[in-house]
């Protein structure tokens, strides 16, 4: 059961909007990360495949394919359901807020985005994703010695 503290969280900003992708990028300077960006959910549904991020903001309104079917289609999947998504919007009606939900968002932040908002919850998010991969961990581990001791 290795765990490396030191690794740097992963994070996949998706924004087909040039500025707002840009301006997005530049708030996560103040936090350690890596970043790595899409234009489309096309592209996205690519990067988090070939890139395994530790997080998501997730534009809804996006050529190609919505956020929400990036969403839908990831939390979906098992192999990238416990990415934790924020989705970022400039739709604020409650059906909209009700359909981020319904694809399987685990936030939302509303455009204009505030820096520290945005920060905070990138923050929160990277905690919860870490203690939810040890958790994993923890359990794959108490199986493998179960197994051991039953064989």
């Known amino acids: 059961m290795t765990e490396d503290k030191n690794a740097i969280p992963k994070v996949l900003v998706v924004d087909d909007n040039e500025h707002n992708l840009e301006l997005l990028l530049a708030y996560l300077e103040d936090i350690d ?4 960006s899409a234009v489309d959910g096309t592209e996205a549904v690519d990067m ?12 809804i309104m996006m050529p190609k394919m919505s956020g929400f079917e990036v969403c839908r289609r990831l939390k979906a999947d098992p192999a990238t359901e416990h990415i934790p998504i924020i989705m970022v919007t400039a739709l ?7 359909r981020a939900i319904d694809s399987g968002t685990d936030d939302f932040l509303s455009k204009p985005v505030n820096k520290l908002e945005l920060l905070t919850r990138v923050k929160t998010m990277f905690k919860i994703k870490h203690l939810t991969d040890k958790l994993e961990r923890t359990l794959a581990y108490l199986s493998e010695v179960e197994s051991q001791i039953n064989s």
Do not use: F, K
């Not at 990360?33 to 790595?36: E, G, H, T, V």
């Not at 988090?48 to 530790?54: E, N, S």
């Open 33 to 36: 990360c890596d970043c790595l």
């Open 92 to 98: 604020s009606e409650l059906g909209d807020i009700e």
């Open 48 to 59: 988090v495949r070939a890139h395994m991020p530790d997080l998501i903001l997730l534009d």
